[in-house]
Each structure stands twice: as structure tokens, then as C-alpha cells.
């Protein structure tokens, strides 16, 4: 089990996992999850190179942080999809080197296509994301990255985010083996448990 006070990364995710950063960039994730309150990382990520992380519930922008500050102290490298427009000059390169791959939405291919054409293509991709797209109540969470996992022919590590135990919690990996649908309700059953900061978003 991991725990983001430890003083180095953990043993277990060394192996294929991308990592990034130093030690001074995992102290700074230490400290800051430290100071929204003690959160703590619990859980076990696989051996992988490739994956799609969905990390809920999503009820406010102080998740931004929490993720931000857990990644930094694991040594994480991981990627986010962000709209094509932005990626300009002067940000071009910050989005890029924070992890940010542009996807144009008004293209042919989709972004299905777009990002399984990527994790084709890349040694090592990690993508984060929102099922629910937005902090705010959704009647539904999207489906995408479970078209994205099933074409890549990668797995999916749902990582919940627990206000009322302050907890980052990564849940067991799977592959796509069920028809989306279900496989939806596979991953919102991984997170049920945890409890947004405004519950009555999620």
C-alpha cells in the first residue's frame, strides 16, 4: 500500500509505471496534500506503461490540487487531454510539459480515434480524466475514455477521491471485456464509496 508521506517513491510502482520528477517536487507534493488537511494516497498502481485513470466524484476545484499534489508526491507522469485551441503561444509549451495532449474536436477521426491513435503511438501514456466532465451534477458520465480503453486495448485504474477520509484511493485495475454500459457501471461501483466535497454534486 502506498502512502504519500513516504520519503521516496514506492517500490511497487518503480517498475513500468512513467514516472517524473525529483525529490524536492515529491516533498512539495508531500507538504501540500499536508496542508489541505492530511489527505493521504492509499492503494496499488499496476505495472503498466499505458492506462486511463477516471478520477471521481468531481464536486469542486479544490480536487484540481488534491490530484495535482498526489501526483507530485508519487513522481507520477501523467497526461490530460485538453481542447486544441489553447495549446498556442506563450502556454504552448507549459500545457505540453505539464502533460496536456491537444485533441481537436471538430475533427474527422473524433477523439476516440484521435487518442487511441496516440497510445499507439507512444511508449508510455497515462491519461487522467473526469467521467463526469464537470464539478457540477451530471445526470450521466461520459463514455469516452471506456472507447478510448477498449480500442487502445489498455486498462483502467479508477482512482477515487474521499473527502470524508481524506483519501486518495487508487482501486484495482481491469480491462475491457464487457460492453460499455456495463463496464461504466463497473468503474462508478469502484468509486460509489467515496464522498465528494459537495456531495449533492456528485
Same mark, same amino acid.
Given at each position: ?15 513500468? *509505471?512513467? @514516472?517524473? %520528477? ?12 499536508? @496542508? @489541505?488537511?492530511?489527505?493521504? !494516497? !492509499?492503494?496499488? +498502481?499496476?505495472? !503498466? ?24 508526491? @508519487?513522481? +507520477?507522469?501523467?497526461?490530460? +487531454? ?8 506563450p502556454v504552448n509549451g507549459l500545457l505540453r510539459w505539464l502533460g496536456g495532449i491537444p485533441v481537436d474536436r471538430r475533427a474527422a477521426s473524433g477523439v476516440v480515434e484521435q487518442m487511441t491513435a496516440q497510445f499507439q503511438q507512444r511508449d508510455e501514456l497515462i491519461l487522467a480524466l473526469s467521467p463526469? %466532465? ?5 445526470? /450521466? ?14 486498462? !483502467? ?16 485495475? *481491469? ?7 456495463? /463496464? ?6 469502484? +468509486? ?11
Amino acid at each position: 500500500m502506498t502512502t504519500a508521506h513516504s520519503e521516496s517513491i514506492p517500490e511497487h510502482i518503480k517498475g513500468a *509505471f512513467p @514516472l517524473r %520528477g525529483n525529490a524536492f517536487s515529491r516533498w512539495v507534493g508531500r507538504v501540500g496534500l499536508r @496542508l @489541505l488537511g492530511g489527505w493521504r !494516497v !492509499v492503494g496499488d +498502481l499496476p505495472h !503498466v506503461k499505458k492506462a486511463i485513470i477516471p478520477v471521481a466524484p468531481h464536486t469542486s476545484n479544490w480536487d484540481f490540487f488534491i490530484g495535482v499534489f498526489a501526483m507530485l508526491a @508519487l513522481g +507520477l507522469n501523467l497526461s490530460y +487531454l485538453g481542447k486544441h485551441t489553447i495549446f498556442r503561444f506563450p502556454v504552448n509549451g507549459l500545457l505540453r510539459w505539464l502533460g496536456g495532449i491537444p485533441v481537436d474536436r471538430r475533427a474527422a477521426s473524433g477523439v476516440v480515434e484521435q487518442m487511441t491513435a496516440q497510445f499507439q503511438q507512444r511508449d508510455e501514456l497515462i491519461l487522467a480524466l473526469s467521467p463526469e %466532465g464537470t464539478r457540477k451534477k451530471v445526470q /450521466e458520465w461520459k463514455k469516452g475514455f471506456l472507447h478510448i480503453a477498449q480500442a487502445a486495448q489498455v486498462p !483502467v485504474v479508477p482512482i477515487a477521491l474521499d473527502f470524508s477520509r481524506k483519501v486518495v484511493e487508487i482501486t484495482p485495475a *481491469f480491462m475491457i471485456t464487457g460492453t460499455i454500459d456495463e /463496464e461504466l457501471q463497473r468503474v462508478k461501483a469502484a +468509486l460509489s464509496h467515496a464522498v465528494g466535497k459537495y456531495p449533492e454534486h456528485a
